[in-house]
């Protein structure tokens, strides 16, 4: 991940919840990487090494099983920004389920969801695809989405799901921005925490 240039304070940790990108991170040369030469010109820092992505949603797909224990989990994808995170992340769990002493067993469902009209947020938010909501009485569900913002979408859609009784529901996102607008809303496992205004 890259974007334009800044100076001051490195990425850390955030206690167990994410890697915290500070507002005035610069990033990481480029001349400490290979990139496409394609992108030649366009890219002035790596944000995030590749290596770093990888290792992250292992750690994370270790976490949401020692949360979900032995259950099976229906996993739930937001398309269509989480779905390159999602299919790395169950790949992930699957492996980390085949050489483990229990097996957990996933289905994966897609889900797109409809929150926007003329750049006003809608209070009816709309949700499509994906199978009957109300097979997920009972189930483990894990909510799998790419940037969580002001977290009000992603409240809504948790509204939704709780109706049908679910026994668990949890929440994976790979980005969370620090938005001037936020409700209090962080999901149960994140990949980053990063500024508002940076370009990822």
Known sequence: MAGPGGSGAAARSAGGRGIVISDDWPGYSLDLFTYPQHYYGDLEYVLIPH?????????????????????????????????????????????????SERFISMKVDFVRLKSYHNDQSMQDMQIMGGDDLSKLTGKNVLIVEDIVGTGRTMKVLLNNIEKYKPKMIKVASLLVKRTSRPDGYRPDCMWINTEKNRSI
């Open 51 to 99: 290596g770093i992505i990888v290792d992250r949603t292992e750690r994370l797909a270790k976490d949401i099983m020692q949360d979900i224990g032995d259950n099976d989990i229906v996993v739930l994808c937001v398309l269509k920004g989480g779905y390159k995170f999602c299919a790395d992340l169950v790949e992930h769990i699957k492996n980390l389920s085949r050489n």
